[in-house]
């Protein structure tokens, strides 16, 4: 072979083998360009765009759009609607407080991949919950905004009627290092519910308790540290109607009108609510309530800060702050302070403008006793949504699942420190001492 004949030979060798390599690192980066971002690394790419502009901008977030120029702090990420819209184009919804105390949720587009993002689009969607405007997805899956003069109250949470739909409770075993016991609430079938057991996937064979005091069941296991890490899921078909006043005997006042742990009764509270109520100390007590119903969203503001989320009625007064556990307790603590029987309910609130999905943890609400009738409130979510005020003061929408009744409940075997404030979570005791088990609830 001559040495120019091999010379060639060498070059085509070389551009043939270039061109292969070519090839693979174009089809790697086109795959790696159209894998999705996974929902940590589209969080934190919203958290770190918000902090790099914070710090440059004296330790606030500007936030302007067509109605607003605000400087504001991060609350939080709302995990549950982060998303990938299409390749390398995504959608993040942060809470943001501004320097009042306003809590605001803004909406963001972005576009690019991991460490290179920019944002494209910022509005403001709501503000202390109250809603400017809906998303509203097409038969194409592309998403527009609705403004809510246009919308019915189901863009505010609300499914008037009745609703069904398939309700997922699964937990996540933490690491045990030695026996552990488990508490967890069961729905049960009532009136306005009815529930049935679709599947419950179980490590070890379960008894059911039952809390006679307020019709509750909870099924109890006892694990060892071969359950780490597993799964207790149970899947539940629902169906439920929309919730009005209904009438009963009349209450037991031993349970109803009686202090518990976190909801104390008398001394202040019963002199905020007389003061409240002035003139009206004299009316029924549908007027009463209705009247306390109205104070506690007058003076309380829905915030997620510091010790909230126990049902504490002294941290609600103190803070005017706190979650729907926080403003049911303060308005049960003051109602039974004038004598109106009032009681507790946890579950959760299924999401009214889709199908499936996740949500972000548990709901909770009230009810109080008038004119031989259970009345349902939610005064929280009227806090958020004035315009449904009038609604939640007894109506609860039918999107939703009830788990338990009741404060200090008490159970045989029960917990070593002793009853539970209230159940919606799994309570998982270790020597004594309560651990946290990871829970998501879906539909």
């Known amino acids: 072979m001559t040495p120019t004949r091999y010379s060639y030979r060498m070059v085509i060798a070389l551009l043939l083998l270039l061109g292969v390599q070519a090839c693979n690192q174009t089809e790697t980066i086109e795959k790696q360009a159209e894998a999705p971002l996974a929902i940590a690394e589209i969080e934190q790419e919203i958290k770190n765009y918000i902090s790099r502009t914070t710090q440059e901008n004296g330790g606030f977030f500007p936030v302007k759009d067509e109605n607003h120029d605000l400087k504001m702090k991060l609350v939080r990420v709302h995990t549950e609607y982060l998303s990938n819209l299409g390749p390398n184009s995504h959608f993040a919804c942060v809470d943001l407080v501004d320097e009042s105390g306003d809590v605001y949720d803004v909406d963001f587009f972005m576009e690019g991949t991991a460490g290179e993002m920019n944002i494209t689009q910022t509005s ?17 899956k592309t998403w527009y905004k609705m403004p809510l003069e246009q919308s019915d109250n189901s863009l505010l949470g609300v499914k008037e009627g009745k609703d069904s739909f398939e309700f997922y409770y699964t937990i996540t075993l933490p690491t045990l290092t030695e026996s552990a016991e488990i508490w967890i609430p069961l729905a049960l079938s009532d009136a306005f519910q009815e529930v049935k057991i679709l599947e419950k996937k179980l490590p070890v064979p379960s008894k059911v308790l039952k809390d006679q005091a307020n019709k509750n069941e909870v099924l ?41 742990k976190l909801m104390p009764i008398g001394g202040r509270f019963e002199e905020i609510a007389k003061e ?12 009463q309530a209705r009247r306390l119903y109205d104070y506690i969203i007058e003076t309380m503001r829905y915030m997620k800060f510091g010790d909230f989320g126990r049902g504490d009625s002294n941290y609600a007064c103190d803070s005017k702050t706190g979650n729907c556990t926080d403003f049911h307790s303060y308005f049960i603590s003051l109602a039974r302070s004038v004598g109106i029987p009032a009681r507790f309910a946890i579950g959760a609130s299924i999401p009214s403008d889709r199908n499936e999905g996740g949500m972000d943890g548990y709901h909770c609400w009230a009810e109080f006793y008038a004119d031989g009738k259970w009345w349902p409130v939610d005064i929280s979510e009227a806090n958020k949504y004035t315009a449904l005020a009038t609604y939640y003061f007894g109506r609860h929408p039918a999107n939703r699942i009830e788990f338990t009744r009741g404060r200090d409940l008490e159970l045989n075997p029960g917990p070593s420190a002793g009853p539970l404030n209230f159940l919606v979570y799994p309570y998982l005791e270790v020597n004594g001492k309560e651990i946290k088990a990871p829970t998501t609830f879906t539909f």
């Open 276 to 287: 409240a109520l002035g003139e009206k100390i004299k009316e029924s007590h549908l007027i």
């Open 124 to 140: 403001v969607h709501k503000l202390n919950g109250k809603p400017f405007y809906s998303w509203k997805q097409n038969t194409d």
């Open 220 to 260: 109890y296991m006892s694990l060892g540290p071969e359950h780490s890490g597993q799964q207790i899921s149970i899947s539940y078909a629902v169906s439920r109607s929309e919730k009005g006043p209904y009438a009963e005997a009349l209450p037991n006042p031993a349970i109803y009108l009686k202090g518990n």
